[in-house]
C-alpha cells in the first residue's frame, strides 16, 4: 500500500526554523516527484515546493524562495522541506503528494499532513 507520512512539524517562533520530512512506503521514490503542499484555515491549497525526479529541476513558490529549501534521499525514500526565517504566515497544515516524474502532477498519493504554527 502506497503512504507518505509527513513529520517534523511543530509550534516556533518568528524567525525560527523547522525541517519537514516526507517518509515514503510501499513505493520508491526513485521514479516520482515530490511537491509539499500547505493550506491555511479558509484559504486554498497552495503549492510551496517541488523536487523532481534525482537530478532533475526543484521549483519554489515565491512567498518561500530564499527561506525553504527542498531536498531529497533517494536512498531513505524520504524529501526533506527545510525551512527558515519563518513568518506567521507560514502557518498552516503542510501536506506532501508524490506525482510520477514530473511537479506538473497528477499527483497519486498524499500524506495526512503536519501543522506548523508559527507564533510568538
Known amino acids: 500500500q502506497p503512504q507518505l507520512v509527513e513529520s517534523g512539524g511543530g509550534l516556533v517562533q518568528p524567525g525560527g526554523s523547522l525541517r519537514l520530512s516526507c517518509v515514503a512506503s510501499?513505493?520508491?521514490?526513485?521514479?516520482?516527484?515530490i511537491g509539499w503542499f500547505r493550506q491555511a484555515p479558509g484559504k486554498e491549497r497552495e503549492g510551496v515546493s517541488c523536487?523532481?525526479?534525482?537530478?532533475?529541476?526543484?521549483y519554489y513558490a515565491d512567498s518561500v524562495k530564499g527561506r525553504f529549501t527542498i531536498s531529497r534521499d533517494n536512498a531513505k525514500n524520504t524529501v526533506y522541506l527545510q525551512m527558515n526565517s519563518l513568518k506567521p504566515e507560514d502557518t498552516a497544515v503542510y501536506v506532501c503528494?508524490?506525482?510520477?516524474?514530473?511537479?506538473?502532477?497528477?499527483?497519486?498519493?498524499w500524506g495526512q499532513g503536519t501543522q506548523v504554527t508559527v507564533s510568538s
Open positions: 523536487t523532481s525526479i534525482s537530478d532533475g529541476p526543484t
Open positions: 503528494a508524490a506525482a510520477e516524474y514530473y511537479c506538473s502532477g497528477p499527483y497519486d498519493y
Open positions: 510501499g513505493f520508491t521514490l526513485d521514479r516520482y516527484a
